[in-house]
């Protein structure tokens, strides 16, 4: 099986910054694009910036210059600074990773738990 595992959420003041983290672990042969996404309250989820396995990277209009995406691959983990937050930003954020399962051979797409992040002063 494959975890997607997130930290970093909380609460933070507007003009603030935060940092998740998303590590995958488990049968994992080789990870392609991986991603993050946030689902506000009454609002489908949406893609706020994604980056493929050689560091291109795709951000969403609203988070362009603010949030910035990276991965370690060694370490098979996604990051997501966000920096200047306003409270748009409020969302519950998902980690998003296409995953070459070792174990099966087969590609197949996972989602992390989940993580808050409330941008209120």
């Known amino acids: 099986q494959v975890q997607l595992v997130e930290s970093g959420g909380g609460l933070v003041q507007p003009g603030g910054s935060l940092r998740l983290s998303c590590a995958a672990s488990g049968s994992i042969f080789s990870i392609n694009a991986m991603g993050w996404y946030r689902q506000a309250p009454g609002k489908q989820r949406e893609l706020v910036a994604t980056i493929t396995n050689s560091g291109r990277t795709n951000y969403a209009d609203s988070v362009k210059g603010r949030f910035t995406i990276s991965r370690d691959n060694a370490k098979k983990t996604v990051y997501l600074q966000m920096d200047s937050l306003n409270p748009e930003d409020t969302a519950v954020y998902y980690c998003?990773?296409?995953?070459?399962?070792?174990?099966?051979?087969?590609?197949?797409?996972?989602w992390g738990q989940g993580t808050q992040v409330t941008v209120s002063s």
């Open positions: 998003n990773a296409d995953v070459l399962v070792l174990s099966s051979g087969r590609f197949r797409n996972y």
